[in-house]
């Protein structure tokens, strides 16, 4: 299958998509779940955290929320409370996600994709459960072949999804909305789609920007 990608037709054997901001419009449920997430007798730090949030996303939750106590609030937090953090942080956004629809054109380009018969990959930050929670509330889960959450980090999975498929990183593309996606796909080599959302702007070099994955098809 042939993708415009860096303005020209690139022959593509397998398509990756992040979750949050690619495929659903899920991106302001899980800015409010931060936010709503933050403990009421640290409400003064609410700021600082959203900042780092927005700069890394794509990131896992348990990095945040991690982030949040030992660089912010300059604690030590130990497994257990971490892991309840998390349960925490998952009740807030399971609900707040349950009602997301497919980003403009996304579903058209999944279906494209599928048509061509084309491996689809869902590789996300988010926990491994509560994604294919989402997907399967938003009816997207049975669009895809394979559906990875969190962990490892997405340079690890990427780096394992090339060698079960055993395709070439230069005939795979990776779709995302953020420095993590990016930072991930020039680790494993793959070509790399930048899809705007709420998230902070990636840091590094774009090729591709698309507003619409359909501008993606030739």
Avoid at 2 to 7: F, S, T
């Amino acid at each position: 299958m042939n993708l415009v990608l860096n303005k020209k037709p690139t022959p593509i054997d397998l398509v990756v998509f992040d979750c949050d901001g690619v495929l659903l419009e899920s991106m302001a449920a899980k800015i409010t779940a931060f936010e709503q997430w933050v403990p009421a007798a640290h409400a003064a730090h609410r700021g600082a955290f959203m900042q780092a949030v927005m700069g890394g996303f794509g990131r896992a939750r348990t990095h945040h929320i991690r982030h949040f106590y030992e660089d912010i609030l300059g604690q030590e937090v130990s497994d257990d409370l971490l892991e309840r953090e998390v349960a925490r942080f998952t009740e807030i956004c399971e609900p707040l996600c349950a009602a997301a629809d497919w980003r403009v054109g996304s579903k058209a380009f999944v279906e494209a994709c599928r048509d061509a018969g084309i491996p689809r990959y869902v590789l996300s930050g988010t926990p491994q459960a509560p994604l294919e929670a989402m997907l399967e509330s938003t009816g997207a889960a049975t669009y895809f072949d394979v559906i990875i959450g969190s962990p490892p980090a997405k340079p690890e999975s990427l780096a394992q999804i090339l060698a079960q498929t055993g395709v070439s990183a230069q005939r795979t593309v990776f779709i995302g909305d953020a420095e993590a996606d990016r930072a991930a796909a020039e680790a494993n080599g793959v070509h790399f789609v930048y899809f705007p959302s709420e998230a902070d702007r990636p840091i590094g070099p774009l090729d591709t920007v698309v507003n619409d994955l359909q501008e993606l098809l030739p």
